[in-house]
């Protein structure tokens, strides 16, 4: 197996949960769902590529939609949250409901389901690749939070509304 190479994908896979986790650590969410979000990221990250290696191309075949597609969505529907939350509500620490945490999660591995269908060829140990990938997007993740709880403490609730857009322009990009 090469080392390398499993630790350049596992931080091009942590990249995007890095980027939404900054836009997201905006909305100034309680510690204890920052650790409980990146936990989550941490084992859809484990468990999609596994899911991809196992399920394979025939996968594809059965269910044609594009993943992309499903990602503008879903990104498109959290941004527009964060802004008209940020709009309507005054100054309060953001509860993160777990179904949001679950869909964030899903949302930022889709990548690895695919990484999974050909992780046979980049390494013999698809475990241990999973496990690399699993703990990379946990730190990217949690450290994106945090940085984006710093940048709402000095900025405000511009921060928020910039994350929210953010996240409808990476939505955007992913159907481009």
């Known amino acids: 197996m090469n080392l390398f190479i499993i630790l350049v994908i596992a931080i091009s896979l942590s990249?995007?949960?890095?980027?939404?986790?900054?836009?997201?650590?905006?909305?100034?969410?309680?510690k204890k769902n920052m650790y409980t979000l990146s936990i989550i990221v941490g084992v859809y990250h484990f468990f999609m590529?596994?899911?991809?290696?196992?399920?394979?191309?025939?996968?594809?075949?059965?269910?044609?939609?594009?993943?992309?597609?499903v990602v503008f969505?879903?990104?498109?529907?959290?941004?527009?949250?964060?802004?008209?939350?940020?709009?309507?509500k005054e100054?309060?620490?953001?509860?993160?409901?777990?179904?949001?945490?679950?869909?964030?999660?899903l949302t930022v591995s889709i990548d690895s389901f695919s990484v999974g269908l050909g992780l046979d060829t980049i390494s013999k140990n698809i475990?241990?690749?999973?496990?690399?990938?699993?703990?990379?997007?946990?730190v990217f993740t949690i450290t994106g939070l945090f940085i984006g709880k710093k940048i709402s403490q000095i900025f405000g609730k511009i921060s928020t509304l910039i994350g929210g857009c953010v996240l409808i322009l990476i939505a955007i990009l992913y159907v481009i």
């Open 127 to 138: 475990i241990l690749s999973s496990l690399i990938f699993s703990i990379t997007s946990f």
């Open 15 to 30: 990249m995007d949960a890095f980027s939404l986790s900054l836009a997201y650590g905006t909305l100034d969410i309680e």
């Open 91 to 105: 100054e309060e620490l953001k509860v993160m409901k777990i179904y949001s945490m679950i869909i964030f999660g």
């Open 73 to 88: 969505i879903i990104l498109s529907l959290i941004g527009l949250e964060m802004i008209v939350d940020t709009i309507r």
């Open 49 to 69: 590529p596994l899911i991809g290696f196992f399920i394979g191309s025939n996968f594809c075949k059965f269910l044609p939609v594009a993943s992309n597609f």
